[in-house]
């Protein structure tokens, strides 16, 4: 299956999430072929203005456009995913805290698609971190 995380660049549930037989879909990947391929007009970004405009799917026009140019990117990764995997209370240090308006509308758009979603705590201690790995373990094992 293929499973959306967020924050979308951990490292630590992509990790898992291939370990466990599933498709990760992250923004690392994603960013790679955005920034490697011929399409890209001037690295190193990796947002192009058609990204912004394909980002109104995602957000109206009244959210800025560092949001929708992230939803542009991210959208489609929510839109292919089967199920999905969240970690909250992340340190501002892990994942993709860049805007947290945009953390907080990936959040959403993940409930809203009725898909098998599980949420965990970031683990403050090594005992947490055994049962988040645990439960996310379970959670990828129960899919089809």
């Known amino acids: 299956m293929k ?6 660049n951990s490292l630590i549930l992509y990790d898992l999430v291939e370990r466990f037989g599933h498709q990760p879909l992250s923004v690392m990947g994603t960013l790679r072929e955005r920034v490697t391929g011929k399409e890209m007009e001037s ?8 990204d912004v405009t394909k980002g109104l799917k995602y957000a109206g026009i009244e959210v800025p456009s560092g949001v929708r140019g992230r939803l542009a990117v991210w959208g489609p990764m929510i839109d292919e995913a089967e199920a999905a995997i969240i970690m909250n209370d992340t340190p501002f240090t892990f994942g993709c805290v860049g805007c947290h308006r945009t953390n907080l509308m990936l959040m959403y758009l ?16 090594e005992e947490e971190a055994k049962i988040m790995v645990s439960k996310v373990k379970n959670f990828l094992e129960g899919l089809k």
Do not use: A, Q, W
Not at 110 to 125: A, G
């Open 3 to 8: 499973v959306f995380i967020v924050p979308p």
């Open 43 to 50: 690295p190193p970004l990796n947002v192009t203005p058609k």
């Open 110 to 125: 993940v409930r809203k698609k009725n898909i098998p979603v599980i949420e965990v705590e970031y683990p403050e201690d």
